[in-house]
Every structure is written in structure tokens, then in C-alpha cells.
Antibody
Framework: EVHLLESGGGLEQPGGSLRLSCAAS????????MSWVRQAPGKGLEWVSAISGTGGDTYYAESVKGRFTISRDNSKNTLYLQMNSLRGEDTAVYYC?????????WGQGTLVTVSS | QSALTQPPSASGSPGQSVTISCTGTSSDIAAYNYVSWYQQHPGKAPQLMIY???KRPSGVPDRFSGSKSGNTASLTVSGLQAEDEADYYC??????????FGGGTKLTVL
């Protein structure tokens, strides 16, 4: 059974940094692209970033390009999202998900709050 | 990268059918057969209902169906049931290896 577990969220000040992690199990992690999708409170879904199975290719939404970095450690079956220069509009629940063309499996999400 | 356009709300009575539209452009919905639909109940993670325009994951009732014409995709829910009341989001793979979501449609079962 596929299982995704996000962690690392919390309260951070504007301009600060956070690193999110997503521990994956139940599938051959290195064979699949992975994505981060976020949802601001009371708002819709927004795709944030994706990474290929090998980690060699990364993709970003314009809203986070240059501030966020996606990475993965296939030896640990773990996906990461390094978030720098955080802004208030980055406040959201961040979900990791398997795939990029569609998202069949989601974690429970981790809440990131950016506020002074 | 503009979001896909969905109606903010839709409704139907139990047993009826309802269709939710999702409009994009020639760079996303029209260009790729990678349209997907998600159902989200309050406080829960989204659930994949349709992928690659019209394919249903295992476990999704065949009351849910998807289609695409040009730059518009549609999700049809037939035989509406009370548990279908939720938010629905469309998504499409897009140019530059990006992904776009619609703004969401709140489906109310009357």
C-alpha cells in the first residue's frame, strides 16, 4: 500500500526558511516522479514543484521559482522541499504526491504558516 | 501560468446528473491528454477521480466520467448521491513541464 507522510511544517517569519520532508513507502520510489502541491487556507490547489525519479530534472511553478528547491534521496525514499525567502502567500498545507501528470496518492499534508 | 477556469458552484438532486467544466488553453488542456479530476471533502486530502481525460482509478464508481473537447474538459457525475457533495478540482499538464489546477467547484447535492 502506498503511504506518504509529510513533516517539517510550522510557523516561520517572512524571509525565513523551512525544509519539508515526505517519507514514501509501498512503491519503488526511485521509479516515479514526485510533486509538491499546496493549498492555502480556504483556497484551491496549487502545484508547486516536481522532480523526476532520478532527481536529475526539476520543475517549479513561477510563484516559487528561485526561492524553493525540490530534491530527493532515493536511498531513504524521501522527498524534500527547501523553502527560502518565505512570504505570507506561502502559507498553506503542503502535500506531497506521487507523479506529475496526475496525483493518485497524497499524504495528509503539513501546514506551513508564514507570519510575524 | 494562469489557473484553469471552473464554475465556482454546481448542484443537482439525488439521482440526477451534473457536469462540471474546466477551461484551459492551447498550451494545456488542448495540448495534452493529461487532464485529471480530484474530489476533496472538508479537511481531507484530495482524491483522484479521473486521470488521462477519461480513465477511472480502481475503486472510483463508474458514475464518474470525464471527457475533453478542444481546450475544455468536463467531469460528469451521474446518479448523484449525498456523498458526492464535495469540492472538485480539474488539473492539466501544461507547457514547460508544469501543472495547472482549476479554482475548484463546490458540488452541492440538494
Amino acid at each position: 500500500e502506498v503511504h506518504l507522510l509529510e513533516s517539517g511544517g510550522g510557523l516561520e517569519q517572512p524571509g525565513g526558511s523551512l525544509r519539508l520532508s515526505c517519507a514514501a513507502s509501498g512503491f519503488t520510489f526511485s521509479s516515479y516522479a514526485m510533486s509538491w502541491v499546496r493549498q492555502a487556507p480556504g483556497k484551491g490547489l496549487e502545484w508547486v514543484s516536481a522532480i523526476s525519479g532520478t532527481g536529475g530534472d526539476t520543475y517549479y511553478a513561477e510563484s516559487v521559482k528561485g526561492r524553493f528547491t525540490i530534491s530527493r534521496d532515493n536511498s531513504k525514499n524521501t522527498l524534500y522541499l527547501q523553502m527560502n525567502s518565505l512570504r505570507g502567500e506561502d502559507t498553506a498545507v503542503y502535500y506531497c504526491s506521487k507523479g506529475i501528470t496526475h496525483f493518485g496518492y497524497w499524504g495528509q499534508g503539513t501546514l506551513v504558516t508564514v507570519s510575524s | 501560468q494562469s489557473a484553469l477556469t471552473q464554475p465556482p458552484s454546481a448542484s443537482g438532486s439525488p439521482g440526477q446528473s451534473v457536469t462540471i467544466s474546466c477551461t484551459g488553453t492551447s498550451s494545456d488542456i488542448a495540448a495534452y491528454n493529461y487532464v485529471s479530476w480530484y474530489q476533496q471533502h472538508p479537511g481531507k486530502a484530495p482524491q483522484l477521480m479521473i486521470y488521462e481525460v477519461n480513465k477511472r482509478p480502481s475503486g472510483v464508481p463508474d458514475r464518474f466520467s470525464g471527457s475533453k473537447s478542444g481546450n475544455t474538459a468536463s467531469l460528469t457525475v451521474s446518479g448523484l448521491q449525498a456523498e458526492d457533495e464535495a469540492d472538485y478540482y480539474c488539473s492539466s499538464f501544461a507547457a514547460s513541464n508544469s501543472v495547472l489546477f482549476g479554482g475548484g467547484t463546490k458540488l452541492t447535492v440538494l
